[in-house]
């Protein structure tokens, strides 16, 4: 199972050791796409500080992270893992992960990423600020930059087994599962269901959409679980005690499972 996982607009302060290796993360295929990005934050951020925060969609308060991006380049690196630490990831607990889980996780994770297309949560990268949505000059939009090189390298990533995307819409777009992928591809929304005036009602949740989702993949995780397809998926989920609605697609399409909780 590949589980894509989006990043977070929350990262650690900063790293510890050695600057980034863009030699040694994986997909090193992605290596000159990542050179190019990576040339571009820094130029932007090394420039006129009103430009690149109208370009990052930064408010001032935010200011300070251009400084960030200025330096990436020379800036300490810390693995990818540590340095996510938003409301999934928070969720998810990778550094209390049993040590077996752990290893599930360095082999099973990928997270998608406006500056480096996509890395597992072993690589070492700097803290930075750049979303899969920004239109980066002169490269212009990451969704469409990224489509073309991520397309070439993802059919081996996944191989032949289950994918589990967990993206958010900016990184869903720097690549879309397509034919017999999508086919065993499974998408997931939380929905929160509760009682209103004696009448179960239905929400779809957005903040702890996400700390459901890396409650999901832990317990994953942790129980080792090994789903061949989305309907071996629906069935672990289950054992998870999660309440899970499914339906096959129209063919060339995801699954699209719903997880429905009652308590946020």
Partial sequence: ????????????????GASVDLGSLSLPELSAARERVLDALVALGSGDADHAAAVL???????????????LRTAAALPAGELYTGVLYDALELSTLSREAHDRAERSLLV????????????RIPPYRCSGGVKLPPLGALGTYWRGALAEVMPDVVGTGLVLDLRSTAYAALWRPSGEVAARTATVRVLHEREVGGVLKRSVVSHFNKATKGRLVRGLLEAGAKPESPAELVVALRDLKYT???????????????????EL
């Fill in 1 to 16: 199972m590949l589980v894509l996982l989006p990043p977070s607009e929350g990262k650690a302060a900063s790293g510890a």
């Fill in 57 to 71: 969609g930064l408010s001032p308060g935010l200011r300070g992270e251009l400084a960030r991006n200025a330096v």
């Fill in 112 to 123: 998608f990423s406006g500056l480096w297309g996509a890395v597992r949560i072993g690589d």
């Fill in 244 to 262: 899970v609605e499914a339906s096959a697609p129209a063919a060339g399409k995801p699954w699209a499972l719903d997880v429905v909780v009652s």
